[in-house]
């Protein structure tokens, strides 16, 4: 299906949703949601959409860009005043407009509140929900990403030696990254080693690796706008300690357990349990903190999230990205982690990132 008829198909169903939310049109300034419904990539512009109007307002960087990627939405030349604020909403002329309620900010509000006769509906989610199931377009975007950060995280175990610093490892991986293809990182690369990589979220510092380290590598690569996202864990050694080879693979079984039962239609978090059950029958149910893992695309985060607090109703359906990364950490000691970016299908979860699982770095 060409672009073009994506965007058409995206603006119906947005116009079909109208009203639902009980409003007359829809204002998206959100990057992510505003590419997705539009096609425009820049960094600033703002969507207005009702029954029968698609505008989209940038400033004077945009125009040529504006009209190239979203030829569905017409242009508002907008240098962003509060004049040109007023005369973009009146372009439209509806009077109750939904907002992004949770990427809006309250200078924003307090600048749209200066327009007279119309009246603003903070909406919890828009187009959010619409993003979660994959088109084959952004599916290819994904596994082109997916197999860049494949390509570099095998080439952790020649990067990696002991005495290098954390963030001198994290360099090497970011400059691979790039030379590889990848348009930008997907996030910021996490290297964790030692007692470090019991910190989930850990920014990869002044540290030097040591003999006998767990390491935790963490990382994605972006194409076309679209992330991946991969984490491999190592031990810095010939042969991993017993306590490191026996955590390594319990966090192997929890992965495997939600590779082999989880289908479509299961509620968020029934998935999540899958894994989360490993590691309770292990003892480690207190070193399993974080979700199962989250939706990704235009987003490194977005819906769905695979949760033990996600709502009993929320389901996974076919066409979903999202990652499977369960980690088991013990403070003062390290942790371990293995993610792979997958897709459900109709037969279960398929994985897109295929770098081997080796733990050892000799």
């Not at 603006?11 to 007359?24: C, G, I, N, Y």
């Not at 997705?36 to 990539?41: H, T, V």
């Not at 990848?182 to 964790?192: G, K, Q, S, T």
């Not at 010939?238 to 490191?244: D, G, L, T």
Request: aromatic fraction near 6%.
């Amino acid at each position: 299906m060409p672009q073009t008829s994506i965007f058409q198909e995206r603006l119906t169903a947005v116009r079909h949703k109208l009203p639902e939310w009980e409003v007359d049109g829809l204002l998206i300034a959100s990057p992510s949601n505003r590419r997705w419904l539009s096609g425009f990539s820049g960094s600033n512009g703002q969507l207005l959409v009702t029954a029968n109007k698609a505008l989209i307002a940038t400033d004077f960087r945009y125009y040529i860009q504006a009209t190239h990627e979203a030829p569905h939405f017409t242009l508002f030349r907008h240098q962003r005043t509060v004049e040109d604020t007023r005369n973009f909403l009146a372009e439209a002329g509806v009077p109750r407009v939904g907002v992004e309620a949770k990427h809006t900010t309250l200078e924003q509000m307090d600048e749209l509140m200066q327009v007279e006769n119309i009246t603003w509906v903070g909406l919890a989610k828009t187009v959010e929900p619409m993003r979660q199931v994959k088109t084959a377009a952004e599916v290819q975007s994904i596994q082109k990403a997916a197999a860049i950060t494949d390509a570099i995280m095998a080439q952790v175990p020649q990067i990696a030696r002991v005495g290098m610093m954390e963030k001198a490892v994290a360099w090497e991986l970011e400059k691979a990254l790039r030379q590889a293809g990848a348009e930008a990182l997907a996030f910021d690369i996490l290297v964790a080693s030692g007692p470090n990589s019991a910190l989930p979220h850990h920014h990869p510092g002044s540290r030097r690796l040591q003999a006998g380290d767990a390491l935790i590598v963490d990382m994605g690569a972006q194409v076309d706008g679209y992330k991946s996202d991969m984490t491999r864990s190592f031990y810095l050694g010939e042969k991993a300690s017993v306590p490191y080879f026996e955590l390594y693979q319990l966090v192997m079984r929890a992965q495997t357990a939600v590779f082999q039962q989880a289908r479509p239609g299961m509620s968020l978090k029934a998935v999540d349990a899958l894994a989360r059950d490993v590691f309770a029958r292990a003892g480690h149910a207190e070193h399993f903190g974080h979700g199962l893992g989250h939706g990704l695309g235009l987003d490194i985060h977005e819906d769905p999230f695979l949760s033990p607090r996600a709502a009993d109703e929320d389901t996974i359906e076919v066409g979903t990205m999202v990652t499977i990364e369960p980690g088991c950490y013990l403070p003062d000691w390290g942790g371990i982690r293995l993610e792979e970016t997958a897709l459900m299908t109709e037969d279960g979860l398929v994985p897109l990132t295929h770098c081997p699982k080796e733990p050892n770095i000799v």
